[in-house]
Structures are given as structure tokens and as C-alpha cells.
T-cell receptor, first 111, second 115 residues
Framework: AQSVTQLGSHVSVSEGALVLLRCNYS??????LFWYVQYPNQGLQLLLK??????LVKGINGFEAEFKKSETSFHLTKPSAHMSDAAEYFC?????????FGDGTTLTVKP | DAGVIQSPRHEVTEMGQEVTLRCKPI?????LFWYRQTMMRGLELLIY????????DSGMPEDRFSAKMPNASFSTLKIQPSEPRDSAVYFC?????????????FGPGTRLTVL
């Protein structure tokens, strides 16, 4: 069975600083990994996904994530935080069919 | 494209009442998912359909919950009778093809409050 662990339920950074949101997974089969963002009172939107192609995945809004099999990690990064990045971020792992989501990390961006 | 449409956006009901949540997936999408989100349990997959057929309903909490997809453009999630612990935000999502690798497109959610 697959599972996802997001380290840190809250992350706070200053505007312009590096954003690093951590995600570790466990999966008995090669995983497909996803990062989603949720803004208040909205549904989840896909930021990026890894489906066994390039290990460094670039997503929308300047985010990227690197799949590291040896570390079973898929951390999300952005070089320079913007105020509009404040939201909740979810890491998810699939297959098979089911989606398993992490508990989410709330990102706060300070001016 | 209108995106995934859910209705109602908010529902407040009393314990014991029947609740029906509705979802219209993106046209042409083959897979549909129902999720529940709460502070305590996070995002939970309740059930998903592929080509209108329920594939995995192991996430459905109990017999009070049922879901149907009578055609490719409509799905319902019904709770009968509802209980206060069912209070949550319920999301519907759809994918263009198979349920494994395709991007899920989420609706705005239905916020359910059971008093």
C-alpha cells in the first residue's frame, strides 16, 4: 500500500525567500506523485506531477519538484516566494487507482 | 471549459435528514472521484468511477453513504441518514482518461454542515 508523509503542517517564509515543502512517500510499486495547491474555499489545483519521466519536474507558478528514489522523497521548491503563494499544499501518490494524499502543509508568506 | 461543477456549494441540514450532493464532471472525462476533506482526517478518497462504473468504493465510510453515476455527465453522493460527524467539505474530481496517471481536476466543493 502507498502512503504519503508531509513534514511540517505549517511553513512560514518571507517574500522572496526559498520555499521548500517536504514530501516523503512509500509505495510498493513505482509511484506517480503529485503536488496540488488549495486556496481558501476552493478545490485543489494541480501544480505538477511525476510519472516516471524526468526526475526534475517543473510545474506552474515557478514551482518544481525532484523525485529522489533513494530518499523516497518528492519535495516541492520555489526559488522566490510570492505573497500569492500563500495556500495549502498537498502531496499525493498514486497508483493503483486510489489517490493517497498527505495531510497538507499550509504555507504562509510574510511581507 | 466550465470545469467540474458541484452543487450545492453549501448545505446545512439536521441530523437524520437525507443529503444529496451533485457533480458534473468535465465533458469527455472518463473517471470521476469523490473526496471528503476534514481537519481531523484530511483528504479521503471515498469512491471512484471509470466509465460510469464504480471501481473502488472501499473509502465509503459506511452504508449510510452511497454514490451513483447514471451517465457520463452526472454523479451523486447521498448520505442517509446524515450525522453531525459527516460535516465536511466534499469534493468531486474528474480525469480525462484512466484514474492512475491523469491529472485530477477538482470542483469547488460542497461544504456540508449537519446540525
Amino acid at each position: 500500500a502507498q502512503s504519503v508523509t508531509q513534514l511540517g503542517s505549517h511553513v512560514s517564509v518571507s517574500e522572496g525567500a526559498l520555499v521548500l515543502l517536504r514530501c516523503n512517500y512509500s509505495s510498493s510499486v513505482p509511484p506517480y506523485l503529485f503536488w496540488y495547491v488549495q486556496y481558501p474555499n476552493q478545490g485543489l489545483q494541480l501544480l505538477l506531477k511525476y510519472t516516471s519521466a524526468a526526475t526534475l519536474v517543473k510545474g506552474i507558478n515557478g514551482f518544481e519538484a525532484e523525485f529522489k528514489k533513494s530518499e523516497t522523497s518528492f519535495h516541492l521548491t520555489k526559488p522566490s516566494a510570492h505573497m500569492s503563494d500563500a495556500a495549502e499544499y498537498f502531496c499525493a501518490v498514486r497508483p493503483p487507482g486510489k489517490s493517497t494524499f498527505g495531510d497538507g502543509t499550509t504555507l504562509t508568506v510574510k511581507p | 471549459d466550465a470545469g467540474v461543477i458541484q452543487s450545492p456549494r453549501h448545505e446545512v441540514t439536521e441530523m437524520g435528514q437525507e443529503v444529496t450532493l451533485r457533480c458534473k464532471p468535465i465533458s469527455g472525462h472518463n473517471s470521476l472521484f469523490w473526496y471528503r476533506q476534514t481537519m481531523m482526517r484530511g483528504l479521503e478518497l471515498l469512491i471512484y468511477f471509470n466509465n460510469n462504473v464504480p471501481i473502488d468504493d472501499s473509502g465509503m465510510p459506511e452504508d449510510r453513504f452511497s454514490a451513483k453515476m447514471p451517465n457520463a455527465s452526472f454523479s451523486t453522493l447521498k448520505i442517509q441518514p446524515s450525522e453531525p460527524r459527516d460535516s465536511a467539505v466534499y469534493f468531486c474530481a474528474s480525469t480525462p482518461g484512466g484514474p492512475i496517471t491523469d491529472t485530477q481536476y477538482f470542483g469547488p466543493g460542497t461544504r456540508l454542515t449537519v446540525l
